[in-house]
């Protein structure tokens, strides 16, 4: 596994997305930062730039990239490997360099300038949880569809669904029960959606919940108990170890 890790980390590594990537995050930060914006407002731009690229990043980028290495991988399967080794070095070599790229672009230009804040810390967990959310996702969709069309576009429709149309969706649903107490049913759809959760919790991390009205105020209650946070961590983990566990299922049977 390590021997596959190794190879897939150098090769993603010398990747003009991967650089790109982190250039472009380096490159954003440090613009904010000249443009004489303090450190809650970079970070506070910066969560609204994370919250749509990283899930995209990581999906579209995991998908292309994995089906790009199937050869390599009918060449590995020739050899005397475990399938699971082989699959958890692929995994691990492709989402260990995403959020290190993702971490190096935010966190160098506040590590220059010695910022350092909760909110900080609260982005850059969340982005490496999408990251590996993001790569799990697009692990499982390789497996699932031979075609590299429908795997992208089935990648290209989890990212429309959970970062863009679930909002739409909450707006929805909030606006035509309004008269109704809606504030747990709106509370347990966020928690089901990774990327919303990571939006609320940066939100309420920027002191921000006046801006949800009386549902911000039940949200900041309830994610700063032990049970919200214990909760919010769940709710990541199990979008990560769900599809890495179907993928990996798939992958041990299927005929490559």
């Known amino acids: 596994m390590l021997h ?8 993603v590594l010398r990747s003009r997305w991967t650089l790109g990537y982190g250039g472009l995050l380096l490159a954003l930060t440090e613009a904010l930062f000249r443009m004489g914006s303090g450190a809650e407002q970079v970070l506070l731009s910066l969560s609204n730039v994370a919250l749509v690229l990283v899930p995209l990043v990581s999906l579209v980028f995991g998908t292309v990239y994995l089906y790009s290495a199937r050869e390599f991988v009918e060449l590995m399967l020739s050899q005397p490997l ?15 360099p995403l959020a290190a790229a993702f971490a190096l672009g935010v966190l160098l230009p506040f590590a220059v300038r010695a910022e350092t804040s909760k909110a900080l810390f609260v ?9 590996l959310i993001g790569c799990a996702i697009a692990a499982y969709l390789t497996v699932r569809f031979d075609d590299r069309l429908r795997g992208l576009g089935a990648a290209l429709s989890v990212w429309l669904v959970a970062a863009v149309l679930y909002d739409g969706l909450l707006l929805l649903l909030g606006t035509a029960f309004s ?26 991390n920027f002191d921000a919940a006046a801006l949800l009205g009386y549902t911000g105020i039940v949200f900041e209650r ?31 049977t299927k005929d490559f």
């Not at 596959?4 to 090769?11: K, L, N, P, T």
């Not at 982005?123 to 990251?131: K, M």
């Not at 309830?222 to 769940?234: A, E, M, N």
């Open 222 to 252: 309830f994610f700063k108990t032990g049970l919200g946070v214990s909760l919010s961590l769940l709710s990541l983990g199990f979008w990560t170890v769900l599809p890495l566990w179907r993928a990996a299922r798939r992958f041990e």
């Open 179 to 204: 008269n109704y107490p809606l504030e747990a049913p709106l509370l347990a759809l966020t928690v089901l959606n990774p990327v919303d959760l990571a939006r609320t919790l940066l939100i309420l």
């Open 4 to 11: 596959v890790f190794r190879y897939h980390v150098r090769d």
């Open 123 to 131: 982005l850059v967990g969340s982005g490496l949880a999408l990251t």
């Open 82 to 96: 475990p399938r699971r080794a082989l699959f958890a070095g692929l995994y691990a070599g492709l989402a260990v």
